[in-house]
């Protein structure tokens, strides 16, 4: 585009920021390598090269941390954007099952559970994944198993108190949640932006409810779904430590 001169610029910039955030993995390290050595290769030879980068993230497509990248990248397999779409599926059909199953929430919440462990102890045991966990790391587990519990139960509840769309979109404010409190908990650098966002989410809960009269069941549910968030944006920091360790499926089925 006749900005090739900024290339190396870019790069460096980009790799600094990277490093600041503490966001630098092996993913992200090979790509920025690969680009580096752009203005190096010819154009014949540009088949080749990008053969070897494909074997060299190839090494990372099963790695239980580092294979998170390849789910915004899509460079190994179309089939990571379909699971995506498929957890989105599933995970959007928890709204309507909360909001319409005429059951108490606590019976639902544990029926779910039950029914999630079940499936996920026979995926583990299918895919062989090893059930240990060091015994230093138990305090943590159970304390994010507690914390899961709270969630699903306040979320469910705040489903019944109001409508699916107000007790799914106070809920997913877990993100913007998330950016706030990992400055305080994990010590990363705080971006101003999250600040930002962070207002206009509470400028969109206030959207959400009709009216803000004390006792209305609209607002104790926007309440919950917002405290749901909290503690679901807890209980993903508090493991974050221990994702490169564990499988996924794994600490879920814990």
């Not at 198993?145 to 979320?155: K, N, P, S, V």
């Not at 107000?166 to 101003?192: D, V």
């Amino acid at each position: 585009a006749g900005m090739d001169y900024h290339l190396e610029v870019q790069l460096k910039s980009t790799y600094k920021f990277l490093l600041k955030m503490n966001d630098l993995h092996a993913v992200q390290k090979e790509m920025i390598k690969f680009l580096r050595r752009l203005g190096d290769i010819f154009p014949h030879e540009l088949p080749n090269e990008f053969q070897k980068l494909y074997d060299e993230l190839k090494k990372y497509e099963n790695h239980p941390y580092e294979k998170r990248a390849f789910l915004y990248l899509d460079i190994i397999h179309i089939n990571h954007l379909l699971e995506i779409n498929l957890a989105m599926i599933f995970i959007s059909t928890s709204g309507a099952l909360g909001r319409y199953v005429q059951l108490p929430v606590p019976v639902t919440i544990a029926s779910r559970a039950g029914l999630a462990f079940l499936f996920l102890l026979l995926y583990c045991k299918w895919k062989k994944i090893s059930f240990r966990i060091a015994k230093k790391d138990h305090p943590i587990i159970f304390l994010s198993g507690i914390f899961m519990g709270i969630h699903w139960l306040t979320y469910f509840y705040a489903l019944q108190l109001s409508n699916v769309a107000i007790g799914m979109l106070s809920m997913f404010t877990y993100p913007i949640i998330t950016a706030l409190l990992e400055p305080l908990i994990l010590k990363t650098p705080f971006q101003r932006i999250h600040f930002v966002l962070g207002l206009l989410v509470l400028s969109g809960i206030y959207l959400l409810a009709p009216d803000f009269e004390t006792g209305n069941s609209h607002i104790v549910a926007v309440g919950l779904g917002v405290f749901s968030a909290l503690v679901y944006s807890i209980r993903n920091i508090i493991l974050k430590s221990r994702a490169a360790h564990y499988n996924g499926s794994l600490m879920m089925t814990y």
